[in-house]
């Protein structure tokens, strides 16, 4: 083909060849990715394929060429593809509308590919494909915009830095949970109380006891005391009502919870009204008996600030969905939980539904859905010619990549600022922090006949039988086993070994971190195991558990020695020691404030993470101060919008 001839002439008829046949899933198909979809497709590669949860905007027209009006509302992956294949008819290019996230999307699919691109727009879902990317052992292209600025690198596991190498330190807007839960005053906190806390009440990973006061001194503690045994015991209601989900009943009872008990309970505390405007009762049943006609819950107008009686009929029919997406989970033998995701559009609405009539309830200006979508995703408008930019040197990357030359690779930035034009920066590619809490992990696969019929006792005595042979997973004898925020076997903790792996939760797609148990120095790689299933045996004898992946495991280089002594200072567990902790699905510093966006307790439960108190105990994964400032950490602090960080800002898609 003529971008394939065109190809060769440049890079050489080899490296022509590779880009050809190389298989590329690219994710995301909005502002970067349709750039970066319709560079691909005339740089003479032939087998794309793109992966997009959205539907096309009529807001997204301005800056993603490959839409037009007639394509709103239809998948964003499919129309982008559909468009490429215009440019291009001859090549292999294909789409999902689908959350990255899904179970489906195992490291088993991830591996089927030669190159990963990420064209996200949320720190969530680049944190999963970085940590999917490492486990298959497929390179990544990452990249971001914000505005005028932007970032490409690769990472490629063992070789170079990955995504959660250097902390993503944000400057994070922070309220005080009390404000948050109880005497909201602005739009933002009826959005966060949606999103961070009814939401992840009802629908999410729910801690076992509320602790709103972790993270006060003693001072705050006394003066929020009656205010913090009340919203304990308004999360253990929550926690009941979500049992009961799956009733005809269970949106009157969450709404009525809500918007009508907690509501009446805040009125009978007269001093906290004496200065501000109080809040008033809404009554479930004479809401939803005026609800527009033409109004349709399952296709709300995200442009227009929906009517207080519409609102209500939205989170009825959002809280069914989401309560039967999580039935549903729990009945293919998941956990059965969700998190926020402002592409997910059940979640968006019920989170703009629940934000609007707590406004309306505390006489607070209510949003519409678009606008809630920007404010719950921190998200600021992109500009085009970024997005053009950035998608050209993610080619650039991909072709060095293939041809093999990665020392050719480069982590580029495209800054710009008052003081001068417009500019790229490029710096040679990081090797690994030693501290990584994700790149320095053993990523392997274990092999599963049957996960209803294999017990946890199963794979550690498997585990245990490699041990003095070439597969050693060289963890010692005092093995832990780790799921997301569980513990699920450590020598003091045996509950588990007779549980399948299926009733435990643990199912293909799923990771669980080996790690030992008393390893105080970090000197042991913990061992992810991702859970796939078997492929079974041609010949027809039985099948056993197999761990797969040996041969790919990089070397991880030493720790420094001074790592003990960084320990001390990252004890509570925080990227910069601000003691920020995981609370009742709320982040809360030591301040006693909601974070805004924070991601601590926001990692999918089949990453893999190390639980906080085992990693409390064994790993500190600070960064230490001897690795010197490079030009990405120069370039934040020199430029006033790059303070924000420029991979948490969630560029308007």
């Known amino acids: 083909m003529r971008s394939t001839k065109q190809l060769a002439r440049i890079f050489g008829e080899e490296t022509a060849s590779r880009v050809s046949n190389a298989r590329l899933l690219v994710v995301g198909a909005g502002g970067i990715g349709c750039e970066l979809l319709k560079n691909l497709s005339m740089s003479g590669f032939q087998h794309i394929h793109a992966i997009d949860l959205d539907t096309i905007d009529l807001s997204n027209l301005n800056r993603q060429f490959l839409f037009q009006r007639k394509h709103i509302k239809r998948p964003k992956a499919e129309v982008a593809i559909k468009a490429i294949k215009d440019f291009n008819p001859g090549i292999d290019a294909t789409a999902g509308q689908a959350n990255i996230k899904e179970p489906d999307y195992d490291v088993d699919w991830f591996s089927g590919f030669d190159l990963v691109l990420n064209a996200l727009d949320n720190l969530d879902a680049r944190r999963h494909v970085n940590t999917m990317c490492l486990a298959a052992h497929v390179p990544l292209i990452e990249s971001g ?95 009941r009502l979500a049992e009961a989900m799956g009733s005809a009943g269970f949106p009157k009872a969450v709404f009525e919870k809500v918007f009508s008990e907690d509501i009446a309970r805040l009125l009978s505390m007269k001093d906290m009204w004496k200065q501000r405007r109080p809040p008033t009762k809404l009554d479930f049943a004479a809401l939803l008996e005026r609800v527009s006609a033409e109004f349709d819950p399952a296709h709300p107008d995200d442009q227009s600030v929906l009517s207080v009686e519409d609102s209500c009929a939205l989170f009825v029919h959002t809280a069914n969905k989401l309560a039967h997406r999580v039935l549903e989970q729990q009945k293919q033998g998941s956990q059965g939980f969700l998190s926020f995701d402002k592409d997910d559009e059940d979640a968006l609405n019920f989170v703009a539904a629940t934000a609007n009539l707590r406004s309306q309830a505390f006489g607070i200006e209510q949003k519409s859905i678009f606008a809630i979508k920007a404010m719950a995703g921190n998200i600021i408008p992109a500009i085009a010619t970024t997005n053009a930019i950035v998608a050209g040197m993610m080619v650039m990357q991909a072709i060095m990549v293939l041809s093999q030359r990665m020392a050719e690779c480069h982590t580029a930035y495209v800054s710009y600022n008052s003081k001068r034009a417009r500019s790229i920066i490029k710096e040679p590619l990081a090797t690994p922090n030693p501290r990584c809490p994700i790149c320095r992990r053993r990523y392997l696969t274990l092999r599963v006949p049957d996960c209803s019929k294999t017990t946890l006792g199963d794979v550690i005595s498997h585990v245990a039988s490699l041990n003095g042979t070439e597969r050693d997973l060289q963890l010692g004898d005092d093995i832990a086993v780790v799921e997301g925020s569980r513990i699920l076997y450590d020598p003091d903790f045996e509950d588990n070994l007779g549980e399948s792996l299926k009733s435990l939760g643990i199912i293909p797609g799923r990771m669980v971190t080996l790690t030992n148990e008393d390893d105080d120095e970090g000197l042991v790689v913990p061992v992810v195991l991702n859970i796939a299933k078997h492929q079974g045996n041609a010949n027809g004898t039985q099948v056993q558990l197999a761990i797969e992946g040996f041969e790919k495991i990089p070397k991880f280089a030493p720790l420094p020695d001074d790592h003990q002594d960084n320990g001390a200072d990252a004890e509570d567990g925080s990227e910069d020691g601000a003691g920020v902790v995981a609370n009742d699905q709320l982040a809360v510093d030591n301040k006693g404030a909601i974070i805004i966006d924070d991601d601590t307790d926001a990692h999918a439960s089949n990453m893999g993470y190390i639980s906080d108190e085992l990693s409390k105990r064994q790993l500190d994964d600070a960064t230490t101060d001897d690795q010197g400032p490079s030009k990405r950490r120069a370039l934040e602090t020199d430029n006033t919008a790059a303070k924000a960080d420029n991979d948490d800002i969630v560029v308007l898609d």
């Not at 915009?145 to 959660?164: D, M």
Request: aromatic share 8%; net charge negative; with cysteine.
């Open 145 to 239: 915009t914000a505005g005028y600025l932007g970032q490409v690198t690769v990472i490629s596991g063992g070789k170079t830095e990955c995504f959660e190498c250097q902390p993503k330190a944000a400057e994070r807007k922070t309220y005080p949970v009390c404000t948050i839960r109880s005497t909201p005053s602005a739009p933002i906190h009826c959005i966060v109380w949606a999103k961070d806390y009814l939401f992840a009440q009802l629908f999410g990973e729910r801690a076992d006891e509320a602790d709103d006061d972790q993270g006060m001194d003693a001072e705050e503690k006394a003066e929020n005391m009656e205010e913090l045994k009340q919203l304990r015991e308004e999360s253990r209601d929550l926690s």
